[in-house]
C-alpha cells in the first residue's frame, strides 16, 4: 500500500508540474499565456500620426560675380536716330550720329552709370546676366534730367555684349503714352564700344 501511495504521490507531483509547465492536453486548443511585459525589442512599434515638417525654401544660390569686370570704364556710345538704317558700318553712321558719353561701374552682378547728352544728364542702374549663350546682357532703367524739364525723361534700357566684351548695341525706352517699346521690334539704335 505504502508503494501504491508512493505513485499516487509522484503521480500527483508529475501533474501538478505539467500543468505549471503547461505541458497539459485538453479538447480545447491551450492558448499561451501572454507575459505581463514585453521585451522591448518585440514590442509593436507604436502607430503615430506622421506630422508633416515645415516646408523649408530650397536654399537660394547666388552665381558667383564674373571673373572680370566687363562693363567697367568708359564708353563711346551713340544714339542712332530713325532715319538711320541701323547699322554702325554704313558710311556716315558713326560719325554722323552725336556722342553720348558714358561711364559704368560693376559691382558683381550690378551696374550703374552715367552718360551726358546735350545739356541733360543721365543715370542708368541695372544688372548684368548671361545668356545661355555665354554673351552679356546689360538691362534696367534710366533717368534723364534736362535743364529744361519737357526734355526731362526715364525708362528702360536693354542692351547685349559683343564676345569681347569691348562693345554693346541694344537701344533705351523712353515711358511715356504712345511711346514704342521692345514690343514694337525696331531694331537697336544704341551702339557703343569701350574706350582704351
Not at 11 to 36: D, H, N, Q, R, Y
Not at 123 to 137: D, I, N, P, Q, R
Request: hydrophobic share 35%.
Amino acid at each position: 500500500m505504502k508503494l501504491s501511495k508512493c505513485i499516487v504521490l509522484l503521480l500527483a507531483l508529475a501533474f501538478i508540474a505539467m500543468v505549471a509547465a503547461g505541458c497539459t492536453s485538453s479538447k480545447t486548443p491551450a492558448t499561451p499565456e501572454t507575459p505581463a511585459t514585453t521585451p522591448a525589442a518585440h514590442a509593436p512599434a507604436a502607430a503615430t500620426t506622421a506630422v508633416p515638417a515645415a516646408a523649408t525654401p530650397a536654399p537660394v544660390t547666388t552665381p558667383a560675380c564674373p571673373d572680370k569686370e566687363t562693363l567697367t570704364g568708359s564708353w563711346d556710345s551713340r544714339e542712332v536716330g530713325y532715319a538711320s538704317n541701323h547699322d554702325v558700318r554704313g558710311e556716315g553712321v558713326w560719325a554722323d550720329a552725336g556722342p553720348v558719353p558714358v561711364t559704368l561701374t560693376q559691382n558683381c552682378w550690378d551696374a550703374t552709370g552715367t552718360f551726358k547728352t546735350g545739356d541733360c544728364d543721365g543715370k542708368l542702374t541695372g544688372k548684368l546676366e548671361k545668356t545661355a549663350l555665354g554673351a552679356f546682357v546689360y538691362s534696367g532703367t534710366y533717368t534723364s534730367d534736362c535743364t529744361t524739364g519737357a526734355d526731362s525723361s526715364k525708362g528702360t534700357f536693354f542692351v547685349t555684349m559683343a564676345a569681347d566684351n569691348q562693345s554693346f548695341i541694344g537701344s533705351m525706352y523712353k515711358t511715356c503714352e504712345g511711346c514704342y517699346g521692345p514690343e514694337n521690334n525696331f531694331p537697336p539704335s544704341w551702339w557703343a564700344k569701350k574706350n582704351p
